[in-house]
């Protein structure tokens, strides 16, 4: 049983994972004969991609490939995040590929989602940790953070002259009145995605997204196209639902984070939305609805393989199981999680982290 919210909220959740396929030449990734045998893509947690199936073809045949996967500094880790973490530790694990992970914090700064360069930069020092605490090997990864890694903008300068204002307009749909941070930031953003190549002479390059990132893709793609480089290959994710069955939202707490302590996530989960009935005895009798259950959304999208997802999926539907059932065995999974990633957090060395972290004057050549 594939999963699929209900028609609602599907429609709000994957409306733009539809439109990057019907109006912007995204192709589904059904159209890959042969994909990964890892369960963010058994769970149909990845909807579409641009030339996923090039990607995945030259790295099987042993070359040289990396992956860039940004965060913002403004943001905290959470498990709408897993996605694209265990993908990216997939292909690292693997098959050795490196991971770059620009955190953004001069977009946090000039978008004003941070009051200070200084506020940024402190977030994104922690966010690097925290990457290296969820399994990233620091000698496979490197971390981009543009107050530390200044040459990035040496880069953007160069990828300047090969986009417009009006095509960034046309993207983004910035208006005049915003600051021209906002407007020059796009070729920071490519230079990020190209860096690899034009850094390291890797030019097999994956970006897996959320669908709301794809018009950098889309602008990276183009500038690619424009300076001799290969366009990087894209996977765009699926956003599933908040605990309350809404669309995630920092603003809302409707998510888990990883910095949640196990309470917290407790009475998050035992609040989530629920597909059961009303009482007991009519749930015993009718039986509930797994496909509106967010515990079960989760626990089959993050934590089962498709037979226990089926098995658990009838015995909710015959009224064997419970909500307050499904909601302790999502809360125990959650929990083992998030535990391992705090144990982690206070194991990473500042060592590891300086390995880690790209510099101008890092080694213009790794494995």
Do not use: W
């Not at 369960?39 to 070359?63: M, Q």
């Amino acid at each position: 049983m594939d999963f699929m919210p209900p028609d609602d909220l599907a429609e709000e959740i994957l409306s733009d994972n539809r439109k990057l396929v019907s109006e912007f030449n995204a192709k589904p990734i059904g159209t890959v004969r042969e994909l990964p045998r890892f369960y963010t893509f058994e769970n149909n947690l990845i909807h579409s991609h641009r030339d996923f199936d090039i990607f995945f073809k030259r790295l099987r045949s042993g070359e040289r490939s990396a992956i860039v996967s940004g965060l913002n500094a403004s943001g905290q880790l959470h498990l709408g995040h897993k996605v694209v973490f265990d993908t990216n530790l997939l292909f690292q694990k693997e098959y050795g590929v490196h991971v770059f992970i620009p955190i953004s914090d001069d977009e946090s700064y000039v978008s004003k989602k941070v009051a200070t360069q200084e506020d940024a930069l402190k977030n994104a020092m922690a966010l690097a940790r925290e990457m290296l605490a969820y399994g990233f090997d620091p000698k496979k990864t490197h971390i981009i953070i543009d107050q530390v890694y200044t040459n990035i903008y040496n880069l953007a300068i160069k990828l300047s002259r090969h986009i417009t204002m009006s095509e960034i307009k046309a993207i983004y749909g910035y208006k005049n009145e915003e600051n021209v941070g906002l407007h020059f930031y796009p070729t920071i953003q490519s230079a990020h995605v190209l860096l690899p190549q034009h850094l390291f002479g890797i030019r097999n390059v994956l970006v897996p997204i959320g669908p709301d990132e794809d018009a950098h893709l889309r602008a990276a793609r183009d500038i690619a196209s424009r300076t001799g480089m290969e366009k990087p290959a894209v996977l765009h994710t699926i956003f599933l639902p908040g605990v309350d069955n809404a669309k995630m939202s920092k603003s809302k707490n409707n998510a888990i984070f990883y910095n949640d302590d196990e309470k917290t996530i407790t009475k998050k989960i035992m609040n989530a939305f629920s597909g059961g009935r009303s009482t007991i005895e009519e749930h015993r009798r009718l039986g509930g609805n797994p496909d509106v259950d967010v515990s079960y959304i989760y626990l089959r999208s993050y934590f089962l393989n498709r037979r226990e997802s089926e098995a658990l999926a009838k015995e909710y539907r015959d009224g064997k199981l419970l909500s307050g059932e499904l909601k302790k065995m999502l809360a125990e999974k959650v929990i083992d999680e998030v535990r391992r990633v705090k144990e982690n957090l206070a194991k990473v060395t500042n060592g590891e982290l300086e390995e880690a972290l790209l510099k101008n004057e890092s080694r213009q050549k790794i494995d």
